[in-house]
């Protein structure tokens, strides 16, 4: 079973910032945050994964809770494409578990 | 470097036949995570392999499903006397040996099962 808990579905108008939330209250020291998402039926794309740190890419922010119980991932201006649905994962150390629960599917709207 | 193969990326079989799917991880990659995902659900995760190694199936059903990753070539998942309900997309997935958990996993497009 999965160790994360998202909302099943959110809109965001094109061009505005989306803000995906995901609650791991029960993550341990030694496990990633790790995101994807999967655009329609293709195979899941990485977006971004950190630990305590917030981090930030060319697609996207993770702003990771002081006390990692949760974090959200910020997709600055999301367009069109970014319509997909998005997984938040807990992984250990030894990368074990990459187990994937119901995600939020985002519509970004015009 | 090319990413991970998956092949066939559809494969229709009759009931009672045998499905072969193959999964080429990228370069340097000796971890691999098979995963299936029926029609509007979630990714399921079914079994996680390293080169010779099964490390946790898991999610392997206990029977006609089996999984190898040899020395040499693709990881190959097996389903036996398939029934129409084993019909899903199955994802493989790649990642480098190393510390693992600071490295993100990479998928391939899928092989759509089809069973008539």
């Known amino acids: 079973d999965a160790k994360t808990t998202q909302p099943p579905s959110m809109d965001c108008a094109e061009g505005r910032a989306a803000n995906l939330p995901c609650n791991h209250s029960t993550i341990s020291g030694n496990e990633y945050v790790y995101w994807y998402r999967q655009i329609h039926s293709q195979g899941p794309q990485y977006i971004i994964h950190?630990?305590?740190n917030n981090e930030t890419n060319e697609m996207a922010s993770l702003i990771i809770t002081e006390d990692r119980k949760s974090s959200t991932l910020i997709l600055p201006h999301a367009t069109l494409r970014d319509t997909a649905v998005y997984y938040c994962i807990v992984s250990d150390y030894n990368n074990n578990d990459m187990r994937f629960g119901a995600g939020t599917r985002l519509t970004v709207k015009p | 470097n090319a990413g991970v193969m998956q092949n066939p990326r559809h494969l229709v079989r009759r009931r009672g036949q045998e499905a072969r799917l193959r999964c080429s991880p990228m370069?340097?990659?000796?971890?691999v995570y098979w995963y299936r995902q029926l029609p509007e659900e979630g990714l399921k995760f079914m079994v996680y392999?390293?080169?010779?190694?099964?490390?946790?199936e898991s999610g392997m059903p206990k029977e006609r499903f089996s999984a190898e990753f040899p020395k040499e070539g693709p990881s190959i998942l097996r389903i036996q006397q398939v029934v129409r309900g084993d019909s899903a997309a199955y994802f493989c997935?790649?990642?480098?040996?190393?510390?693992?958990?600071?490295?993100?996993?990479?998928f391939g497009q899928g092989t759509r099962l089809t069973v008539v």
């Open positions: 370069k340097g990659h000796s971890h």
């Open positions: 392999l390293q080169k010779e190694n099964i490390i946790d």
């Open positions: 997935a790649s990642s480098p040996l190393g510390d693992r958990a600071n490295t993100e996993a990479f």
């Open positions: 950190g630990l305590k």
